[in-house]
Each structure stands twice: as structure tokens, then as C-alpha cells.
């Protein structure tokens, strides 16, 4: 069954802690992206990959960071130096020379 | 002004009504637009992208204006379960693949 798979679906987090989001794709897709969702707000992206080992920041990439060793991989961690971390995390893939984007079911993110 | 705008609703529509929601944008550059449905606390799916001929599938309809710089989607015979927030996307011109979203424009649809 393809797919993008996220884990956990919910996570919570004390204040001062690194955590790991999963991102999972066997769609074969090239590029990779993760997103932030705010109640009432847009996506907003955080980081993309166009291939693996190389990956860019995108509009608020401060206090977040990701790897991309494998070409199915994308994972993200939410460091203690994002100010405001409590929010709805997206990742999406989609194939190289295309808009399109797919997303995975995502994982919620609460900082107590 | 925010570079992807929508109106955020909510529509609140009984079943069998037609709705349209547009999609404003500022960068006259971009290339690629898109709607998704995101259900609430789920994820985004995609809809239906957007060509300049404009498209068709089934009871929706998106069409691209490029001259004003918006996208429409128009929804004939609503049923309850098109109930859900729509969200427009639009290519960030010279970026690659790089997609701005709106915020949603919520629709409700009642018996």
C-alpha cells in the first residue's frame, strides 16, 4: 500500500526538550517537505529536500532541523530553541519536476 | 497583503446549493494552483489542480483568472460530506515546487 506514513499521530513534549518527528514515503517520490499548521492559519513550510542528502530551509526554519539520508526518510526534530512548538506538523513528497504535493496524516505536537 | 488569500467563512450552505469560493494571489509568476480538502484535524488532500483552461470533476469546477490573480472553485449539488475547510495552494514563482497555502475557507453544508 503506498503512502506517507507520520509518527507519533500526537506527541507531547516538556518545555527544554528535542523531539523527532517520523516521515515515512514509498511512493518513490524525490522531494520531501514539512509544514506547520496554526488553528486559523495557512501552512506554513519549515523545510524541504529536492534530493536526498541536500535539503533547504524554508520561511520558519529557526528552531527546527532535518535530514535526509534516505530517499524514503525525512525526519524532523522540534528543538528547545523553537519558541512556540505546540502546533499540527505536515509532511508532504511529491515527485521531482511537479507541483504536486501529498500529504501524510501528520502529527500533533503539544509542549506542556 | 498576504502573498495567497481566502476568505475564511464560514459558508453555511443547505444540501443541493452550488457555493463558490475564490483564491486570491500576489506573484504574478506563479505557475502551478491547487485545491485541497482538509477534514478537521486531518490532513490536506488533494482536490483537484487548477489549468488555465480550468477543469472539471464531477460536481466541482476550478477555473484560474490570471488576469486578476485569482482561482475559483464552485461546487454544484452540495452534499453533507462536502463539509470541510478548502484550501487553496499557488506555486511561489521561481521557487521549485515550493507551495503557498491559503488559510481555508470553511464550508458547512446542512440538511
Known amino acids: 500500500d503506498g503512502g506517507i506514513t507520520q509518527s507519533p499521530k500526537y506527541l507531547f513534549r516538556k518545555e527544554g526538550q528535542n523531539v523527532t518527528l517520523s516521515c515515512e514515503q514509498n511512493?518513490?517520490?524525490?522531494?520531501m517537505y514539512w509544514y506547520r499548521q496554526d488553528p486559523g492559519q495557512g501552512l506554513r513550510l519549515i523545510y524541504y529536500s529536492q534530493i536526498v542528502n541536500d535539503f533547504q530551509k524554508g520561511d520558519i526554519a529557526e528552531g527546527y532541523s532535518v535530514s535526509r539520508e534516505k530517499k524514503e526518510s525525512f525526519p524532523l526534530t522540534v528543538t528547545s530553541a523553537q519558541k512556540n512548538p505546540t502546533a499540527f506538523y505536515l509532511c508532504a513528497s511529491g515527485r521531482e519536476n511537479t507541483d504536486t504535493q501529498y500529504f501524510g496524516p501528520g502529527t500533533r505536537l503539544t509542549v506542556l | 497583503r498576504k502573498e495567497v488569500e481566502q476568505d475564511p467563512g464560514p459558508f453555511n450552505v443547505p444540501e443541493g446549493a452550488t457555493v463558490a469560493f475564490n483564491c486570491t494571489y500576489s506573484?504574478?509568476?506563479?505557475?502551478?494552483f491547487f485545491w485541497y480538502r482538509q477534514d478537521c484535524r486531518k490532513e490536506p488532500k488533494l482536490l483537484m489542480s487548477v489549468y488555465s483552461s480550468g477543469n472539471e470533476d464531477g460536481r466541482f469546477t476550478a477555473q484560474l483568472n490570471r488576469a486578476s490573480q485569482y482561482i475559483s472553485l464552485l461546487i454544484r449539488d452540495s452534499k453533507l460530506s462536502d463539509s470541510a475547510t478548502y484550501l487553496c495552494a499557488v506555486t511561489r514563482g521561481g521557487g521549485y515546487n515550493k507551495l503557498i497555502f491559503g488559510a481555508g475557507t470553511r464550508l458547512a453544508v446542512h440538511p
Open positions: 511512493l518513490n517520490h524525490d522531494a
Open positions: 506573484n504574478s509568476a506563479s505557475q502551478s
